[in-house]
């Protein structure tokens, strides 16, 4: 197949967000459209324009002039979002180790996309380890050795640079309740020895950001706290508290801080959730659901299992039919040169297995589309193919559920970032 | 490959542990209507199987099913053969993998540690994982003797296929956090080990040509287990990562001669025609959907069946759920590996290196009628296992699980 897309132009875009995109228009047509926003449309074409998308239809005329991708036999469908990983933080960056509470912690601060120290080219970034699997937008967080490990970022995996991969910074607050930090903190002599303790260091945070905000309120002329402010955000609810909780206990902590403190959760791993699920549903707090065919790992090689259990097949589907709403993300890390962070390319095999334990097609792919956009608070963004939203379109070879398919094409703002076979080696 | 016999008492309670209660005409089953994938041959659609007495006695289209049989109309599914994953560490506990102190440790059998109250028995059964090889490590240069066992019954003695089920090495990179602390150091180690084996063997061996006067010398287990290793009677199964480990433990087997197979196997493509040429055999554990390999990584399992290599894939359960064996070699089908190839690297291929082919891995007359009924294709991740048949019975049903 021949390559559609000839010139290209550089666009200003929204956010102060710099990305190359096409003046021209690119047509996608002839596949089965899964647009996350309606139904399917056999023999659907989807036109792209200013890295937006303009048209998503059955009867859509293509503008004159356009590049005329035939998507014929294939799939479309809107690119995938990994909802929770911590790729691109270099191992020394996972976790902070000083403290158990760093909320002035930025991800975005280690967010590494350029690859190896001292290997690669300059140019735009392409992450294509994640793009191969369809991921063009991914959460990344800090790892779960801290109760407290600052502040998350939504990036898509291709840009122009690290400014244009940004789509929202912070976009939540990450804790943890459970082993991990308890672990950490007992090999180094200091609290949180308890979940008592760990739940205790985040109420006292909470108040304390609380009588921050009063105060500065009070005197605007008070020194600022970083950290402080940060724990505002969520407070004010500008952005979440992403709480990883895979106990039942562990997720009524996490549902009794919410409500003390007012602030908007979402809770992350949730292996044991369904024991709480009319509560999570009652309560509208979403569930981010680690991998099924894996434990759920962060960073720990082989996990010990009563923390990191692997997420029940039945566990999607029943969340779901409860009324909560359920994305679904690997957490994954990356583990040095063989292994550089790309579980997110077998996202959707692993979301498929939830398709055989009560969940429709169209449910697992919004775990890794719609439903992880609305979470992560992009879906005026990303998530769909809805006309206005970004143009990250995805071309697959065969129905997106299937272990035969493979990602054959990858646009990103509009502009062709991945082609199976044909640009990893760049 | 010379094939170790089922040692001792275990051996004696196999051969009489056959379905001793089962009537005759319920110890008769028969499957039909479905596609049978054997691992043995082309898939048979609207196949028929019939089982009696735990062993399989028909498999074809044509097949006559024998009356008063417990018939199981599977009309629309798919059967393949009870899977076998080649290496696993399940069926312990955490803290009985490894005994670090003991850097090499061959006296350590793994029979001695087997919980058989371990979830994770029954988590391979709903997996259609019917026969595993469970074993010690790796964080040891040599860790003890891995078992092959059924994944199901009550009865130890019937479930144990093999009680030497091969000697696990393991070249780092993990046993490098501790002493030896390099791929050198690990090479030394061990060849230092093999060496005294092969001087305690001879020694044994002088004293009793010499009439066995006086007193014998002194036993040593590891030693001993050793010796079975460079005897043939077992089999070093090695945990390697890197070509260039990879290539040490095929020097060592050029130096003392014992069977082989690699474990994990990460980089085994990369000199895929070294192994291929020495015969050795790879158990490869993708890790696709786990930490993200790289897809030169992913692409390795064809590169080594291209070269000739016998592959299985397995989990490392606990750290991939058995449950999920079959979409190891799902993944593979991605790369290149055709459907039914695959399928054998999950089954007869696995039986085979574990050395209990002629027990398990297909659907062929004769063999202990293990197999699992699929809802749809067995490599897509949406198909759900229906049935398993362990030994003739079903010992697992979904619609029973679902009630």
């Known amino acids: ?426 | 490959m010379p094939h170790a016999k089922t040692s001792g008492i275990a051996g004696l309670l196999l051969l009489i542990g056959l379905s001793p209660l089962a009537s005759q005409s319920e110890a008769v089953v028969a499957l039909r209507g479905a596609v049978i994938h054997t691992a043995a041959g082309a898939p048979i659609p609207n196949g028929v199987i019939v089982v009696t007495n735990g062993k399989i006695t028909a498999v074809g289209a044509d097949v006559a099913i024998p009356s008063g049989a417990k018939i199981y109309d599977v009309g629309g599914k798919e059967i393949i053969p009870g899977m076998l994953d080649n290496h696993s560490h399940i069926g312990a506990l955490s803290t009985d993998l490894n005994d670090f102190p003991m850097v090499v440790g061959p006296q350590h059998r793994f029979i001695d540690a087997l919980n058989l109250e371990d979830k994770d028995w029954g988590e391979a059964v709903k997996g259609g994982v019917t026969t595993i090889v469970t074993g010690p490590g790796s964080g040891e240069n040599v860790s003890g003797e891995a078992v092959v066992i059924k994944t199901f019954g009550a009865d130890l003695g019937k479930r144990l296929l093999l009680e030497k089920g091969g000697m696990k090495f393991a070249m780092g990179p993990k046993s490098r956090e501790r002493y030896p602390t390099t791929s050198m150091g690990v090479a030394a180690n061990l060849r230092a080990y093999l060496i005294k084996t092969k001087e305690y063997t001879a020694a044994a061996k002088k004293w009793d040509d010499d009439g066995k006067k006086g007193t014998p010398p002194a036993r040593d287990l590891g030693f001993e287990a050793m010796a079975d290793v460079l005897a043939h009677k077992s089999y070093v199964r090695a945990h390697v990562h890197s070509a260039t480990d990879v290539m040490t433990l095929l020097r060592l087997k050029d130096e003392f001669g014992f069977d082989l197979t690699l474990h994990h196997s990460t980089e085994a493509y990369k000199v895929a025609a070294e192994v291929a040429k020495r015969h050795v055999s790879a158990v490869v554990l993708p890790l696709g959907d786990r930490i993200g390999l790289t897809e030169d990584a992913m692409a390795g399992p064809y590169v080594l069946w291209k070269a000739g290599v016998k592959i299985a894939f397995h989990t490392d359960a606990p750290v991939i759920s058995q449950k999920w064996l079959r979409l190891c070699a799902a993944l593979a089908m991605r790369y290149g590996i055709p459907e039914e190839e695959a399928l054998k690297m999950v089954t007869l291929n696995a039986a085979e290196i574990a050395r209990v082919g002629s027990r398990v891995g297909s659907i062929e007359v004769g063999k202990d009628a293990d197999f699992v009924v699929f809802s749809g294709p067995w490599y897509e991740p949406k198909s759900r296992v229906d049935l398993v048949f362990g030994d003739g019975t079903a010992i697992y049903d979904r619609t029973l699980e679902e009630k």
């Open chain 1, 1 to 426: 197949m021949t390559m559609p897309w000839r010139i290209l132009l550089t666009l200003a875009l929204g956010a102060g967000t710099s990305v190359k995109a096409q003046e021209r228009a690119i047509v996608i047509r002839g596949g089965i459209v899964i647009t996350m926003a309606g139904t399917r449309i056999p023999n659907g074409t989807v036109v792209m324009q200013g890295g937006k998308i303009v048209a998503v239809g059955a009867n859509v005329s293509t503008p004159a002039g356009a590049d005329i991708v035939d998507a014929t036999g294939k799939y479309v469908m809107p690119g995938i979002i990994d909802a929770a990983t911590h790729i691109g933080l270099g191992g020394n960056d996972l976790n902070e180790g000083s403290d158990p509470m760093t909320p002035q912690s930025r991800v975005i601060e280690a967010y590494n996309p350029f690859g190896e120290f001292g290997g690669g080219k300059p140019g735009p970034l392409r992450n294509h380890e994640n793009l191969s699997g369809g991921v063009t937008t991914m959460y990344v967080a800090p790892a779960d050795r801290a109760v407290l490990g600052g502040q998350g970022v939504v990036v898509k995996t291709a840009g122009p640079n690290l400014d244009g991969v940004i789509l929202r910074e912070p976009a939540g607050l990450n804790m943890v309740l459970g082993e991990p930090p308890k672990e950490v903190a007992r090999s180094k002599n200091r609290d949180p020895f308890t979940r008592m303790a760990e739940v205790a260091m985040l109420r006292q945070l909470f108040i304390k950001a609380q009588e921050y905000q009063k105060a500065k309120g009070q005197n605007s002329a008070l020194p600022r706290d970083l950290g402080l402010e940060a724990v505002g955000r969520v407070l004010t609810r500008e952005i979440p508290a992403r709480i990883e909780a895979n106990t039942s206990g562990d997720i009524r902590s996490a549902l009794r801080l919410s409500q003390e403190f007012g602030f908007d959760l979402v809770v992350d791993g949730g292996a044991w959730a369904y024991q709480m699920r009319e509560e999570l549903a009652s309560r509208k707090v979403p569930v981010v659901l680690g991998q099924m065919t894996t434990p759920f790992v962060s960073n720990e090689e082989i996990p010990d299992r009563t923390d990191y259990p692997t997420v029940d097949e039945r566990t999607p589907a029943r969340l779901l039919s409860a009324g909560v709403k359920v994305a679904i993300a690997t957490f994954s890390a990356s583990f040095g040169s063989l292994a550089p962070g790309g579980q997110g390319k077998w996202l959707l095999i692993d979301a498929a297995v939830a398709g055989g334990y009560g969940m429709s097609d169209e449910d697992v792919l919004r775990a890794v589309t719609i439903n992880a956009a609305e979470i992560l608070g992009v879906a005026n963004r990303v998530g769909s193919l809805t006309p206005g939203k970004d143009a990250d379109v995805l071309v697959l070879s065969g129905d997106p559920l299937s272990i035969k398919t493979w990602v054959e094409r990858v646009y990103v703002n509009g502009e062709l970032v991945h082609e199976k076979g044909k640009m990893e080696k760049q």
